[in-house]
Antibody
Framework: QVQLVESGGGVVQPGGSLRLSCAAS????????IHWVRQSPGKGLEWVTF????????YYADSVKGRFTISRDISKNTLYLQMNSLRAEDTAIYYC????????WGQGTLVTVSS | DIVMTQSPDSLAVSLGERATINCKSS????????????LAWYQQKPGQPPKLLIY???TRESGVPDRFSGSESGTDFTLTISSLQAEDVALYYC?????????FGQGTKLEIK
């Protein structure tokens, strides 16, 4: 079955950087686009970024454009999110989500931006 | 950008009764080439990721009880739980995946009366 396992979360100071990973299994990784969606503590859901199945384009929410970069390694079935210039408002659980008519979600990894 | 607005923000329903959650999109999420509404419903319980209930506005995800159903009328969408069970207490979100930036409703908290 579809499995997405996020890792790399933690505590980072404002202005710092962090790289999240998402290990995918149970489907052909190169056939699907993948999203990152985040949820701030006690808040709603916010779509962050998307890379299509062919990696041709990358899309970002305005709130992270220029600071976050999505990438993937097909050989490792792994998706990445490089987060730079982190702000307190980036504090959230970050979910890796497989695209399609039905979206499939990982369990998430918590990122805390605090001094 | 498409704005998704849910109503109500919270809802209390008696066990065995019907629960109805509404979601309105600020513009159409209907893709004319396949006649599908790019609208999904999720259930989220504390400490868990969102769980997909409904996609294409009315297609129930595999394993989801048939008391959950989705319907649409233009830009208005409805999630109905026909007979509320205790395990249905949760937050519910609608989401459009028609156009980037994809967006979610603010959530509806469902409780037992």
């Amino acid at each position: 079955q579809v499995q997405l396992v996020e890792s790399g979360g933690g505590v980072v100071q404002p202005g710092g950087s962090l790289r999240l990973s998402c290990a995918a299994s149970g489907f052909t990784f190169s056939n699907y686009g993948i999203h990152w969606v985040r949820q701030s503590p006690g808040k709603g859901l916010e779509w962050v970024t998307f890379i299509p199945y062919d990696g041709s384009n990358k899309y970002y929410a305005d709130s992270v454009k220029g600071r976050f970069t999505i990438s993937r390694d097909i050989s490792k079935n792994t998706l990445y999110l490089q987060m730079n210039s982190l702000r307190a408002e980036d504090t959230a659980i970050y979910y890796c989500v497989r695209d399609g008519g039905a979206w499939y979600w990982g369990q998430g990894t918590l990122v805390t931006v605090s001094s | 950008d498409i704005v998704m607005t849910q109503s109500p923000d919270s809802l209390a329903v008696s066990l065995g009764e019907r629960a109805t959650i509404n979601c309105k999109s600020s513009q159409s999420v209907l893709y004319s080439s396949n006649n599908k509404n790019y609208l999904a419903w999720y259930q989220q319980k504390p400490g868990q990721p969102p769980k997909l209930l409904i996609y294409w506005a009315s297609t129930r995800e595999s394993g989801v009880p048939d008391r959950f159903s989705g319907s649409e009328s233009g830009t208005d969408f409805t999630l109905t739980i026909s007979s509320l069970q205790a395990e249905d207490v949760a937050l519910y979100y609608c989401q459009q995946y028609y156009s980037i930036p994809y967006s979610f409703g603010q959530g509806t908290k469902l409780e037992i009366k």
